[in-house]
Structure formats: C-alpha cells, structure tokens
C-alpha cells in the first residue's frame, strides 16, 4: 500500500512538471513516451493531457475492455448512442423565451408550451 501511495505522489509530481514544460519540451517528452513524433496540430495542453494520460495507464492501469469496446463503438458510429427516455421523464427547453415541457409516455412524449 505504502508503495502504490509513493508511486501515485510520483506520477502527481510528474504531471504538475508536465504542466510547466514549455511547447517543445512536450513534444521531446511525447517521443520519449509514445515512441514517434506528435501530431503537429496537437496543443500544448492536449499534449500534456495525452502524456499525463499515458503515464498513469502505464502506472495503474488502463481502461477495462468493456469500456475499450464502447468508445470504440463511439468512435465507428461518430457518436453517442441515442438515449433511451423512460416513461415520466420530463424534457424541458427554453427558445425564444418560451419554455417548452414533454413528459415522455410508453407511446410518445406530449408536448405542452407555455410563455414565461
């Protein structure tokens, strides 16, 4: 236990580094740990994200298969998944000062509009 809380104060102190290091630092520190070089478009904080990242996978682990399996269902699909509505739930927008309310039935979701 002690060696995992001295490990995670570790790769803590790293990423607080990460987050100081200037442009071409990440991008020297990125080569190290992806083993090629950065996409040019990423920015300096998606840099430091993905190598932060990276670290605590290599550290502690990385996602679980099912969870591997859905965002790359994400991914293939361009997008999430399309929600299911229970029946009683209640949608609420406003546009143009309106509010606007559905209740979400077994059938269909009745609509009402009221102005505010």
Not at 18 to 30: E, K, Q, V
């Amino acid at each position: 236990m002690r060696q995992q809380r001295t490990e995670a104060a570790a790769i803590e102190a790293e990423i607080a580094r990460l987050r100081s290091l200037a442009l071409d630092a990440l991008r020297r520190r990125w080569r190290l740990v992806f083993g090629r070089t950065p996409p040019a478009a990423l920015s300096k904080d998606l840099l430091g994200r993905m190598i932060s990242w990276r670290l605590q996978e290599r550290a502690f682990g990385g996602l679980d298969r099912e969870s591997l399996t859905f965002l790359d269902g994400l991914a293939r699909r361009g997008g999430s998944p399309r929600r299911q509505l229970k029946p009683g739930t209640v949608l609420v927008r406003e546009y143009a000062g309106q509010r606007h309310t559905g209740n979400v039935s077994v059938q269909s979701v009745l609509r009402r509009s009221r102005g505010e």
